[in-house]
């Protein structure tokens, strides 16, 4: 998803291991105790802090010795070293200055290209609103047969499906007994308007969606018509806006709910290194008329108020927020002043953002295969096949290993391999 915030280049650094702080040794006891001595056999015309900065210098050294001996810390300072000595930085702080200087050479190109690459993703949202005029006419086809405003011809409604030479067999065996049943059927139940329910299914059918819906949501999304997409306007800064298409409900006035997300093309002038990409920087939502007591959005409590003079009780109403889709029209704002947002709103915002996103690139545009389920199906098929690739290399990887068996007989047979977690 293309988020507010890009992720650094290089990997996590591992974590060094920390020297623990050792118990007293028996040799300390024994040595504070000979300084003891020392002190006491010493003391007489020697000045009190001589002594003491005398006996905290021998102490330090006898107490380094000593630690400097535990191979557990020697174990631990030569890991720091190493991992010191290892990491690119480090590596780059040891050229001579004029290779570093042809290094800050290439930085400085680097970041021409950032810019050049900045310039080529502008011209492929030009490149995307040129062809969303040309979906445009077959969305709004969609959108006729949905609402029912148009009944598509025989040739439209004909579909080729893969099990369909199947389907023909057991619908040839089918179709003489239940003929004169449909028949019926259809002169008692009149055929329904369109596709019921259609974006409303969508919704349930998608889990990033179904978890913003309430139940009270449900029946305000079933009179949901069509979502299309807009792309900002040629010298228009790039953005772009969710429709939501209703049609005259109980709930509220509006035609359209509206959901603008402003996007950026251009690298960070504190983090050139991090562009990867045009980025959702920050998102506007609608005003919605409810009608009155059908706000959504909002729910009334009563509470109870003691004067605490009189001692009277009173109960007031009062209206807070309440958890629904509609609150998706009244997003967090990023924080435009410099402020930092904190971590929850940091994650409610990138949230936001990949809805808005998923909506612009998969649902609106491939909506019929995300209401039969078949986009879903894609997304699932395509993760099992990644981890069946996977076992099947670790066959040909077993396979190899007993044929080395069979050519030196004298290798060890390989271990049988540990069962893996389901």
């Known amino acids: 998803m293309s988020g507010g915030v890009v992720g650094g280049h ?36 020697v000045p009190s802090d001589s002594l003491e900065a005398a006996k905290n210098a021998s102490n330090t050294e006898k107490l380094t010795d000593q630690v400097m001996q535990n191979p557990q810390v020697l174990a631990a300072l030569q890991e720091r070293l190493d991992n010191v000595s290892h990491t690119p930085s480090s590596y780059i702080e040891t050229l001579p200055k004029a290779v570093k200087r042809r290094i800050n050479a290439l930085k400085q190109l680097q970041v021409k290209c950032a810019h050049i690459e900045a310039k ?19 969305f709004d086809k969609r959108r006729e047969f949905i609402t029912g405003d148009v009944e598509p011809t025989d040739a439209e409604s004909e579909w080729h499906s893969e099990t369909e030479e199947e389907d023909k067999l057991a619908g040839d065996m089918k179709n003489k007994a239940v003929i004169a049943e449909k028949e019926a059927a259809a002169a008692e139940e009149p055929a329904p308007r369109g596709i019921p329910e259609f974006w409303f ?53 509006n035609p359209v709910l509206t959901k603008t997300y402003k996007m950026k093309s251009e690298p960070d002038k504190a983090d050139p290194f991090s562009f990867e990409g045009p980025e959702i920087v920050d998102c506007d939502g609608c005003t919605i008329d409810w009608k009155k007591g059908k706000n959504v959005t909002v729910k009334t409590i009563k509470k109870k ?48 953002f990949e809805i808005g996103h998923f909506f612009r ?7 019929v295969l995300y209401f039969t389920g ?28 007993d044929d080395d068996a069979e050519i030196n007989p004298k290798k060890e047979p390989s271990q049988p391999s540990e069962c893996k977690q389901q």
């Open 361 to 367: 690139e998969r649902i609106v545009p491939r909506a």
């Open 305 to 352: 108020q003691k004067h605490k003079g009189r001692g009277t009780v009173r109960t007031i109403t009062k209206q807070v927020p309440n958890d629904s889709f509609f609150n998706f029209f009244s997003p967090l704002r990023a924080s435009g002043d410099g402020e930092s947002l904190d971590e929850d709103s940091e994650f409610t915002l990138a949230s936001d």
């Open 120 to 138: 080529f993703y502008e011209e492929v949202h030009d490149l995307e609103r040129k062809y969303a005029a040309l979906y445009q006419p077959l």
């Open 201 to 253: 299914t969508i919704f349930r059918n998608v889990d990033m969606l179904s978890e913003l819906v309430q139940e009270y949501d449900e029946p305000i999304l079933k009179h949901l018509q069509d979502i299309k997409v807009k792309f900002s306007d040629p010298g228009q800064p790039m953005s772009f806006v969710l429709e939501f298409h209703f049609e005259p409900n109980d709930y509220f006035t």
């Open 10 to 45: 290089g990997g996590a650094v591992p974590e060094r291991a920390k020297p623990r702080r050792l118990p007293l040794l028996p040799q300390e006891a024994r040595g504070d105790k000979d300084i003891q001595m020392a002190d006491n056999s010493f003391s007489d015309g």
């Open 374 to 401: 078949e986009a879903i199906e894609d997304d699932d098929n395509f993760e099992e096949g990644e981890e069946g690739e996977e076992e099947e290399l670790e066959g040909d990887e077993e396979a190899e290993d």
